[in-house]
């Protein structure tokens, strides 16, 4: 059973470091790409970062790029967002995906909600 | 950038069919994924590529994608199918991933 659960999330300051971790389970991690999606309170879904199985291409959104680095650990399973100068608008829950068939996002785990505030 | 267009509300009686548009600049080169959100839990990938469903995704739901306009119909439609859906395709040009601005389909 394909499993993805994340943590690390929680309340920090505006200009702060948060570094969220998705553990796998229950498939081959290091033969998929992951992605970070997140999704604002209320709003729709916004992708975040992409990284290949090696770790060797990783792609990120214009809004975080230079400020969050998607990274993953494949002896350990684990996906990683090391995320810096933290703004209000970075507020969300934040998932973590596996790449699957025709570019899509074929599991997801249940989120870790980002909260920015002063 | 790319971007994905969706109609924001679509209401359906029970057992009707239900059809969600996502435009996009010849969408219809690309592979459109779609994915299907209720309230207060995560996305869940109901069709991919041309049409393809995940192992769990009734028969009723199924895609398709042509020109500038990909769409998800839904027959039969159920009250459990009351949820936000959201296209997505990977953009080559700009190598991001891209996601619609979702549907709320209403069983009335």
């Known amino acids: 059973q394909e499993q993805l659960v994340e943590s690390g999330g929680g309340v920090v300051q505006p200009g702060t470091s948060l570094r969220l971790s998705c553990a796998a389970s229950?498939?081959?991690?290091?033969?998929?790409?992951m992605d970070w999606v997140r999704q604002a309170p209320g709003k729709g879904l916004y992708w975040v970062a992409f990284?290949?199985?090696?770790?060797?291409?990783?792609s990120y959104d214009d809004s975080v790029k230079g400020r969050f680095t998607i990274s993953r650990d494949n002896s350990k399973n684990t996906l990683f967002l090391e995320m810096s100068s933290l703004r209000l608008e970075d507020s969300a829950i934040y998932y973590c995906?596996?790449?699957?068939?025709?570019?899509?996002?074929?599991?997801w785990g249940q989120g870790t909600l980002v909260t920015v505030s002063s | 950038s790319y971007v994905l267009t969706q109609p924001p509300s679509v209401s359906v009686a029970p057992g009707q069919t239900a059809r969600i548009s996502c435009g996009g600049a010849n969408i219809g080169r690309k592979s459109v994924s779609w994915y299907q959100q209720r309230p207060g839990q995560a996305p869940i990938l109901v069709i991919y590529y041309h049409g393809g469903r995940p192992s769990g995704i009734p028969e009723r739901f199924s895609g398709s994608n042509s020109g500038n306009t990909a769409s998800l119909t839904i027959i039969r439609v159920e009250a459990g199918d009351e949820a936000d859906y959201y296209c997505?395709?990977?953009?080559?040009?700009?190598?991001?991933?891209?996601f619609g601005g979702g549907t709320k389909l209403t069983v009335l």
């Open positions: 229950g498939f081959a991690f290091a033969s998929s790409s």
């Open positions: 997505q395709v990977w953009d080559t040009d700009s190598a991001h991933r891209v």
């Open positions: 990284i290949s199985r090696d770790g060797g291409i990783k």
């Open positions: 995906a596996r790449d699957g068939e025709g570019d899509s996002l074929d599991y």
